[in-house]
């Protein structure tokens, strides 16, 4: 059976022995209190769950929009000569979670902007400009922006914002200005300090950093398509909140003397990159534990340049916030050929299994898995077998033989792609399919990919995504949004000939007959799971999917699901939220107990962010973000409220 590895300081074991005996469980993972939304995931350990219970099945068909807020890039983009000469610095899609402390809501632009609005009007309060936009295109997706963080001691409090090409900042909330006595005016340069020069056009940051105590840890996102072995390190590191200072880093990718330095090439630590955190992060402010989950390698296609396991790629890790020690860590892919990075930060959860109460970490992936562990120890708390899987015939790669399979929970969407998993509505789709099938290499889950065409499948996309799951702290249930993305893999020598990589992948997505979907239904869904149980309590579609396409007509199929990404779900006392944008655009309410659709918006334009929930002067409010993307829709907050 698979086991967490351990490494644990003298500190951490006092903090472990002092919160096993002396500490209530469940002190700081129930949610967002008072009416407010100070954390991203609602806490620091993404429950995305408050008790706010006004709005409810009985009156949530009367739902209307309260306000709507535009973003203050517009202005930018209107008006900004040297953006116009540049060229139009549309987003890939406006993806921000805004936070709402002590009666103000907070929000992040895809330009970098961060603006203080009033929670009940939608009135701009304030807004600063960085002009992080100025250095050009950030790497991976651009224009993109997931939110920020807060932080207070009682007396001072801050928000930080890492973004652009790429600055951590701390701005004052009272004034919307920089700390001056922040790194350098109010700003740290976060391509500086990973031990060696990067590319900076590779290296970005999208998702929120966190803060555990008086430390601000941030992560990164990069540029994974390349045609050279060499990237940026993925490397994770935590400042001091108040001067900006540089408290630790965590080498991703271990360097001489370190613990894993012998899973990579002995060379590897000097040119290899990825190994990154380009989600969302974790904590236990009581343990002062943070939990990262690190992504795969650069290029995450092909590994014939880094033979071993490579830790910490693909894995979970504990870290002791305050020195950045390693607790524990466990890696759910060994040697990734397929970008099976953790896509979503780990939901702490407190759950009581065979009448003994646990403090959990659980991880969604893309591969439908779901990984519990002891948040403290590391322990699986369901059995996780090391699994025999397909191997390598592309020169010069090795992958590992076996893979970590967990026991518990049950699959949150089929994976792997095999002849059974193909579209039979009729005979005569199925045959096209097959068809389109046979032109590629493919298999079973973890099937690597081979020289040519390959289906993966779930693919990059996932599976689960950024948005993760929610947890409720009153039922001990977890609520998993999923779609069954799938892609091919192209293995070829590369076009470059001054490339120091021997094999060059390419990534695009597959249609199916006729447009339709290459493999059968669902196509997006939502699924609960018992978490003391580690047993499925109802899964549903969300949305009809390709019911109405001419070569179905007649044929009487259930929903089966859009195929289109999800947004992030948002529980509360009485119901669960969940989007859907790209195309469908809409927001939905959801019965908790049985994953009943009792209500739905249209919303205005694309949507796949995570809504937030908070209580102003007696009301309760839902807020989301809408537009950006290839079609210049406006970027804009949306409030929902009963009228």
């Known amino acids: 059976m698979a086991k967490a590895k351990q490494i644990l300081t003298p500190g951490t074991v006092f903090a472990i022995l002092m919160a096993t005996f002396c500490m209530p469980l469940a002190t700081a993972q129930t949610g967002a209190g008072n009416g407010q939304w100070p954390s991203y995931g609602a806490d620091s350990g993404h429950s995305k769950y408050s008790p706010l219970d006004q709005i409810n099945a009985d009156n949530v068909q009367r739902l209307e929009i309260a306000w709507t807020w535009d973003s203050v890039d517009q202005a930018i ?11 139009s610095f549309r987003s890939y899609a406006y993806e921000v979670t805004p936070l709402m402390v002590n009666g103000v809501l907070y929000t992040t632009t895809s330009l970098g902007q961060i603006a203080a609005i009033d929670p009940a009007s939608g009135e701009t309060l ?3 400009d960085p002009v992080l936009y100025l250095d050009g295109r950030p790497a991976v997706h651009g224009f993109t922006t997931r939110g920020l ?12 914002y890492a973004g652009g090409r790429t600055f951590l900042l701390s701005i004052d909330p009272a004034t919307g200005r920089p700390d001056p006595n922040f790194g350098r005016g109010g700003r740290v340069d976060l391509k ?3 031990g060696r020069t990067i590319d900076p056009s590779l290296y970005a940051v999208s998702s929120p950093p966190i803060v555990v105590g008086d430390v601000v840890i941030v992560g990164s996102a990069m540029t994974e398509g390349t045609d050279y072995r060499e990237a940026p390190p993925g490397h994770v590191r935590g400042f001091d909140v108040r001067t900006g200072d540089m408290e630790w880093i965590f080498h991703t990718i271990p360097q001489p003397g370190e613990f894993g330095y012998d899973t990579w090439p002995e060379d590897a630590w000097q040119y290899s990159g990825g190994a990154n955190v380009w989600t969302l992060m974790s904590a236990d402010q009581d343990l002062g534990i943070v939990y990262l989950p690190i992504g795969t390698t650069v290029p995450d296609y092909y590994g014939g340049h880094r033979h071993g396991d490579n830790l910490f790629a693909n894995s979970l890790v504990a870290l002791d916030a305050a020195s950045g020690e390693r607790v524990w860590h466990f890696q759910f892919v060994h040697h990734s050929v397929w970008d099976y990075d953790p896509p979503a930060a780990p939901n702490l959860i407190d759950i009581v299994v065979d009448g003994k109460p646990i403090k959990a970490v659980a991880q969604i992936t893309k591969q439908g898995f779901t990984f519990v562990f002891d948040r403290l120890t590391g322990e699986p708390i369901w059995p996780i077998e090391e699994t025999p899987v397909p191997q390598s015939t592309v020169a010069g790669e090795q992958t590992s033989p076996t893979q970590p399979i967990p026991s518990k929970p049950p699959l949150f969407l089929t994976n792997g792609a095999t002849v059974d998993d193909l579209i039979d509505f009729t005979p005569e789709l199925q045959a096209e399919a097959l068809e389109i099938f046979n032109e590629y290499t493919a ?6 990919p081979a020289a040519g065409q390959n289906i993966i499948r779930p693919g990059w996309s996932g599976g689960a995504n950024w948005w993760g799951a929610a947890f409720d702290p009153d039922t001990n249930r977890l609520f998993v949004p999923s779609w069954a993305h799938f892609s091919t893999v192209n293995i070829e020598a590369p076009e470059n000939l001054d490339s120091d990589l021997t094999i060059r992948p390419q990534v695009r997505d597959l249609s199916g007959p ?3 979907p290459l493999f059968k239904p669902p196509y997006s869904q939502l699924v609960a799971f018992d978490m003391d149980a580690g047993t499925k309590l109802w899964h549903v579609p969300v949305g009809e999917g390709p019911r109405d396409h001419p070569a179905l007509q007649g044929l009487e199929l259930p929903p089966m699901g859009n195929f289109e990404k999800l947004g992030g779900p948002l529980l509360t006392k009485s119901l669960l939220f969940i989007g859907q944008g790209f195309e469908t655009n809409r927001l939905g309410a959801y019965d908790k107990d049985t994953g009943e659709e009792l209500w739905w918006m249209q919303l205005p334009s694309r949507f796949h962010a ?5 209580l102003v002067d007696g009301k309760q409010y839902i807020v989301m973000s809408v537009g950006g993307g290839a079609r210049g829709e406006p970027e804009q907050l949306i409030a929902l409220a009963l009228p």
């Open 126 to 128: 304030w807004s600063f």
């Open 610 to 614: 995570a809504p937030i929930t908070y």
């Open 514 to 516: 006729q447009g339709l």
């Open 149 to 160: 963080s807060y932080w207070t001691d009682g007396e001072q409090e801050r928000l930080f």
């Open 192 to 194: 500086q300090g990973l």
């Open 77 to 87: 983009r209107d008006n900004n000569e040297v953006i116009r000469e540049r060229g």
């Open 443 to 448: 298999g079973p889950l973890y099937t690597p």
